[in-house]
């Protein structure tokens, strides 16, 4: 075999010393450096979650003022009364108080059916165009708040004689009630 000139040692040479730095590099540094980034992210990761606990810490105050806020406005979305049949009674009472101040003439008032835990009433009432939306914001803007489920309106008399002839309106109306609990 033929040896070798020096210049072509040096390249093998220096090739070598490539390789061996490659070496060292893939086998001892870049795990180092891989391993001190992995820890930076995982450092990064535990500093976001600290920052979110000390978020939901702080909110805690906020939330229990808006539960407490909460169970003291409970009554207003609820009938309270002991048992369906009264709950129905207080919501007649209430569509009949409501429909007298706002000078609308009541056909009828009866129960209608409603699921568990609520009470429903069936309204048939007589009144002007101009009574009518106050009548149904009443109904719907003070406590307990009540649902309307149904609205109905016959306009025949109001066609025939002019736009100021009564109508007559059927509303069914629903609301939630709970049976006072007793004291611990």
Same mark, same amino acid.
């Given at each position: 075999?033929?040896?070798?000139?020096?210049?072509?040692?040096?390249?093998?040479?220096?090739?070598?010393?490539? @390789?061996?730095?490659?070496?060292?590099?893939?086998?001892?540094?870049?795990?180092?450096?891989?391993?001190?980034?992995?820890?930076?992210?995982?450092?990064?990761?535990?500093?976001?979650?600290?920052?979110?606990?000390?978020?939901?810490?702080?909110?805690?105050?906020?939330?229990?003022?808006?539960?407490?806020?909460? &169970?003291?406005?409970?009554?207003?979305?609820?009938?309270?009364?002991?048992?369906?049949?009264?709950?129905?009674?207080?919501?007649?009472?209430?569509?009949?108080?409501?429909? &007298?101040?706002?000078?609308?003439?009541?056909?009828?008032?009866?129960?209608?059916?409603?699921?568990?835990?609520?009470?429903?009433?069936?309204?048939?009432?007589? @009144?002007?165009?101009?009574?009518?939306?106050?009548?149904?914001?009443?109904?719907?803007?003070?406590?307990?708040?009540?649902?309307?489920?149904?609205?109905?309106?016959?306009?025949?008399?109001?066609?025939?004689?002019?736009?100021?002839?009564?109508?007559?309106?059927?509303?069914?109306?629903?609301?939630?009630?709970?049976?006072?609990?007793?004291?611990?």
């Amino acid at each position: 075999m033929k040896s070798l000139s020096a210049r072509e040692r040096r390249i093998v040479a220096l090739g070598l010393l490539v @390789l061996a730095l490659a070496l060292v590099w893939f086998a001892m540094i870049a795990p180092v450096i891989g391993g001190f980034r992995a820890r930076e992210e995982e450092r990064q990761e535990l500093l976001t979650s600290y920052a979110r606990g000390e978020r939901v810490i702080g909110a805690m105050r906020a939330t229990r003022a808006a539960l407490r806020a909460q &169970h003291a406005a409970a009554g207003d979305y609820a009938i309270a009364a002991p048992n369906a049949a009264q709950a129905a009674d207080l919501l007649r009472e209430r569509v009949l108080t409501l429909a &007298h101040a706002a000078h609308v003439t009541v056909s009828s008032v009866q129960d209608a059916q409603a699921p568990p835990g609520m009470v429903a009433v069936r309204a048939d009432v007589t @009144l002007s165009t101009d009574a009518l939306g106050p009548l149904i914001a009443r109904l719907e803007s003070e406590p307990p708040w009540l649902t309307v489920e149904q609205f109905g309106v016959t306009a025949d008399r109001a066609a025939e004689i002019d736009r100021g002839a009564p109508i007559d309106v059927r509303l069914d109306l629903s609301a939630r009630f709970d049976a006072p609990r007793a004291p611990r």
